[in-house]
Every structure is written in C-alpha cells, then in structure tokens.
C-alpha cells in the first residue's frame, strides 16, 4: 500500500508536516512518501497567467503524485482560520487541471497548531470543501497545542490519549 502525505505549508519546520508523517508511520506495511509543498512552488495563481502558460507542469506533477497513492495523509496548516497561501495555490493551480484533485483516494485528514483548537477551523473548512474535489475522508483528528503534545525528538505525539485517538480512527477507518 502506498501513502503519500503531506502538510499543507512551506514551512521548513512544519508541524503539520511532522504530523502528516507520525500518522503514515502508523499504518501498517505502508510505503511511505511525504511530499514538501516547496516542491511544488509556483506563481500566485490567477486566470490571465493562465491563459499566459497555460496549465503548469508542477501541478501535474503534484496530481501525478497524489495518482501514485492507495491512501492519502493531509494535515492541513492554518493561517488566520484558513488554508495557507502554499497550499491554496497548489490546490488551485491542480484543479484547474483535474477537478478532482484529489482522486478519489481514502484520505485521513488532520491538523494541528500552536494552539489549543488545533487548526479546527482550517480542518473544518477543508471537510466540507475536499470532498467536492474528489477526497474520500475516511478519518479526520485534530491535535491541539502542538508544543505541549508532540515529541519532536521522538517524532510522535506524547500524550497518550491523543496518540490512542488517532490510531483508533486509523484502525477503525482505514
């Protein structure tokens, strides 16, 4: 089975990154890939540069990715209750190509934060919107305070019950 994962930031230090990963790392005989959106940086998207290039080859090769999984791992970064700008722009530029970006694949979708919500918002927003792009959410969880609940040494999460929470959902749903 193949996963591909990723977060939804640019950060070089991403938590969501680091969650997208811990959470793969979970499923059992997998194949792991986790994907940096920094490998998929392209002009702010807008219709005229569209019509200008036309669609951009690092959005195919992103929907070329996301075809190569059996289940997807998204934790979706959030920025002033929203997607990040790195994501949103990969996500636009890949749905002018392909309407459903994310193919139809099971996903197990996540956040998380410095805060207390754990990116909720963000996490909310991309459950209503994902499925009309194709995403088979089979599994959502949110992680709270990021600082306090992961151990960046050990790349996991620390506190036991959040950690039982997330693979309950893997185990039950996936």
């Known amino acids: ?27 059992e005989n997998a194949d792991v890939e986790v994907l940096d959106l920094n490998d998929f940086a392209m002009p702010v998207f807008s219709v005229d540069l569209e019509k200008e290039v036309g669609q951009h080859e690092v959005a195919q090769a992103f929907l ?20 990040s700008v790195a994501f949103k722009n990969v996500f636009d530029w890949s749905s002018r190509i392909e309407k459903d970006v994310f193919q139809h694949k099971p996903m197990l979708l996540l956040a998380t934060s410095p805060g207390g919500r754990g990116g909720s918002s963000v996490l909310g927003i991309a459950q ?38 997330l693979k309950n959902i893997i185990k039950s749903n996936f």
């Open 64 to 83: 070329n990715k996301l075809k190569e999984a059996d289940i997807l791992v998204v934790s979706m970064a959030e920025n002033n209750g929203n997607y």
């Open 128 to 165: 209503n919107l994902f499925p009309r792009y194709g995403a088979d959410i089979k599994g959502s969880f949110s992680l709270p305070a990021f600082g306090s609940n992961f151990d960046l040494q050990q790349n996991k999460i620390s506190n036991d019950e959040l950690d039982n929470e």
């Open 1 to 27: 089975m193949k996963i591909i994962a990723f977060g939804g930031s640019n950060s070089t230090q991403s938590i969501n990154k680091r969650l997208a990963a811990y959470a793969s790392s979970l499923f």
